[in-house]
């Protein structure tokens, strides 16, 4: 049986590092919706083409080619762009980027087809309200906007990355309000997914956790 997972929520909630280890422990693809959007952010950016014109965004669309290889190596147009992806400058202006109706149109596709032929867990803002509102599962995971920002802050550190605590806290609540209150497919739970609240749990107990949903589920959808 093909299974497909959804996981939503905020900006900095875990969902990837959930994703990419109850993949892994399942055998399912993982599949990082955000890094779609970053891409098209990164494009942007190194082109001069400024990231708040929509129709200047979305005249990029032709020349966008992301490939999501094995490993979590994302290439934009061949070239592996992993790590630009994840910069300062591509994080402050992503947001702007996923409003675009166009731009998700063409995103949502791609994800749609990556998922048709294998099981996967996919990991974004729209998954289970928009983008497979079939899935078998669907688990919106959300923590306290503190808790995010110190985990993010602590990540940014590990990476070198310079920040305060506060700026962080800052960009996230940004981030949130522009991501859950775009007109076209916001950031919110749907209306059958789990909502698994992290911000005192570790990351083993939240992977322990997805996994047993995702076994009822699948047990409850088998009769
Ligand atoms: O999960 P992330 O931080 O890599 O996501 C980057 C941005 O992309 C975030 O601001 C919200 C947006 N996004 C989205 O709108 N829909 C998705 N399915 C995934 C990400």
């Known amino acids: 049986m093909l299974v497909t997972v959804a ?44 990231p708040q014109d929509e129709k200047a965004v979305e005249q990029l669309l032709p020349e966008i080619n992301i490939d999501m290889k094995p490993n979590h190596v994302v290439l934009l147009n061949g070239r592996d762009v992993s790590k630009d992806i994840r910069s300062r400058n ?16 063409f995103l949502v596709d791609l994800q749609r087809k990556l998922a048709k032929n294998v099981s996967v867990v996919m990991d974004g803002r729209d998954i289970g309200t928009y983008v497979l509102p ?12 503190a808790t995010r920002a110190q985990r993010r802050y602590k990540e940014n550190l590990e990476k070198g990355i310079k920040c ?16 859950s ?14 909502m698994l609240d992290t911000s005192y749990m570790t990351i083993d107990e939240v992977v322990t956790k997805v996994i047993d949903i995702i076994h009822m589920k699948i047990g409850e959808q088998n009769g």
């Open 134 to 145: 079939d899935a078998n599962v669907k688990i919106f995971q959300v923590a306290s906007v």
């Open 181 to 194: 209150h775009r007109s076209f497919a916001p950031l919110k739970q749907a209306d059958d997914a789990y």
């Open 90 to 105: 591509v994080a402050d202006n992503v947001s702007y980027i996923a409003s675009y109706k166009n731009i998700r149109l």
């Open 164 to 179: 305060t605590l506060e700026e962080v806290e800052e960009e996230l609540k940004k981030r949130d309000y522009i991501d």
């Open 7 to 50: 996981i939503d929520g905020p900006a900095a909630a875990g969902k990837s590092t959930i994703a990419k280890k109850v993949a892994e422990k399942l055998g399912y693809v993982y599949i990082d919706t955000g890094a779609m959007y970053r891409c098209v952010t990164l494009l942007a950016l190194q082109k001069g083409v400024d």
